[in-house]
């Protein structure tokens, strides 16, 4: 009897332990950061706070970074799959930095290919800021892990404002992006 009583008292405190109040979308809730994750599979099914999923396709050559579906950016389909939400939605404090990254694959070195980070107040543009990936993107053929920083300390911030992470392909040549996560940090 002894041992049963101990096994249930460290099971109610292994339970009060872990976490469940889990906000959806992948998210991974710690007090100064909140972590969103898409890998691109329900892309078509209209993930909450996701939009234009008319450029994820699902992927025959070249493969997928992971699974079946990555975003395809080229001449006619310049902006990428997006992140898109109200702050006040995400935490209730404003962030301080975000961090928009993933995997991106190019069909020619060093594409001019951008990951923007958007805020608007009323649907008005606030802030506007790029972080060009060239760079990054310097080898063909392959897909390579790509990380875009920005900073939001330059103007205060509003829990009213929306925020809007995408990328951006000026060399109208096929970019693909797949498994993408926001980090927003506190």
């Known amino acids: ?47 909450p706070s996701w939009f234009n999923e008319k450029h994820v396709i699902a992927m025959t050559s070249p493969a997928a970074h992971s699974g079946n579906n990555a975003c395809i950016t080229a001449d006619t389909a310049e902006f990428s799959y997006q992140y898109q ?25 060093n594409p001019k290919f951008s990951v923007i980070c958007n805020i608007s107040e009323n649907q008005k543009l606030y802030n506007w800021k790029a972080f060009p990936l ?14 875009a920083d920005f900073y939001l300390d330059d103007k205060p911030l509003k829990p009213e404002m929306e925020i809007r992470l995408y990328a951006w392909n000026q060399a109208k040549v096929p970019v693909y992006i797949d498994d993408l996560k926001v980090t927003f940090l506190y």
Do not use: H, Q
């Not at 405190?13 to 976490?19: E, K, P, R, V, Y």
């Not at 060239?134 to 990380?147: A, I, Q, R």
């Open 134 to 147: 060239d760079n990054d993107l310097k080898e063909t053929g392959k897909w390579v892990e790509f990380s």
């Open 85 to 109: 939400e109200l702050l006040k939605n995400i935490n209730n404090e404003v962030p301080k930095r975000v961090v928009f990254s993933g995997w991106g694959y190019t069909t020619v070195a």
């Open 1 to 47: 009897m002894k041992k049963y009583f101990l096994f249930v008292a460290s099971a109610i405190i292994l339970s009060a332990c872990t976490n469940s109040g889990n906000p959806g979308n992948n998210a991974n809730p710690r007090k100064d950061r909140i972590e969103i994750t898409n890998d691109l599979e329900n892309a078509k099914g209209i993930v």
